[in-house]
């Protein structure tokens, strides 16, 4: 079973930063948070991972609370191609058998004009 | 960027007959899995393959679902006797000690 909970769904206006909740308060010590993007019938695409610090890469940046148990995942300018849906999956991190993961419902992100 | 490739991208077949999933993982990726998502419905988990074994399986992967790695590069997904309810998307996906990557994936029909 899932380990997180999202919002079912969620708009942005084209060009305003996209802010995606996660909570996933049932995280171990040594779980990281992924966030993947599917869309429509593509394969799944990794956004960013965290353990505990706030991340930034080229696509997105993840602010995970100081006690771990909630996320969020930003995308700064959203633009009409990030409408997808957002998984937020924890799981197994560096040196481990990380073992699979476990998607949710995630959030539909619909990036509007 | 290294990525996953699966072929073919769409395949169709009659209830009954057998089929096989081609992967490419990640050329240094240790960790090979398999999941599928039937049409409208959550990314399901399947199997995963490490050191040319199965590591984990869920209650969907039964005897009709088989995994191997035949060489270097490969990884597959055998159905022996599809079913119509295989008919779904089915995403390969690798890792090395951390990040999962999927692939495309194959869109099965099953006739």
């Known amino acids: 079973d899932a380990k997180t909970t999202q919002p079912t769904s969620m708009d942005c206006a084209e060009g305003r930063a996209a802010n995606l909740p996660c909570n996933h308060s049932?995280?171990?010590?040594?779980?990281?948070v992924y966030w993947y993007r599917q869309i429509h019938s593509q394969g799944p695409q990794y956004i960013i991972h965290g353990l505990k610090n706030n991340e930034t890469n080229e696509m997105a940046s993840l602010i995970i609370t100081e006690d771990r148990k909630s996320s969020t995942l930003i995308l700064p300018h959203a633009t009409l191609r990030d409408t997808a849906v957002y998984y937020c999956i924890v799981r197994g991190g560096l040196n481990t058998n990380a073992g699979k993961s476990t998607f949710g419902d995630g959030t539909t992100l619909t990036v509007k004009p | 960027e290294p990525e996953v490739t699966q072929t073919p991208s769409h395949q169709v077949t009659q209830m009954g007959q057998e089929v096989i999933l081609r992967c490419v993982p990640i050329s240094n990726h240790l960790y090979f899995y398999w999941y599928r998502q039937i049409l409208g419905q959550k990314v399901e988990f399947l199997v995963s393959?490490?050191?040319?074994?199965?590591?984990?399986k869920s209650e969907i992967f039964d005897d009709q679902f088989s995994v191997e790695r035949p060489d270097g590069s490969n990884f597959t997904l055998k159905i022996r006797s599809t079913k119509l309810e295989d008919s779904a998307m089915y995403f390969c996906?690798?890792?090395?000690?951390?990040?999962?990557?999927f692939g495309p994936g194959t869109r099965l029909t099953v006739l």
């Open positions: 996906a690798s890792s090395g000690f951390d990040t999962q990557y």
């Open positions: 049932t995280i171990s010590g040594n779980e990281y």
């Open positions: 393959f490490y050191n040319n074994e199965i590591s984990e």
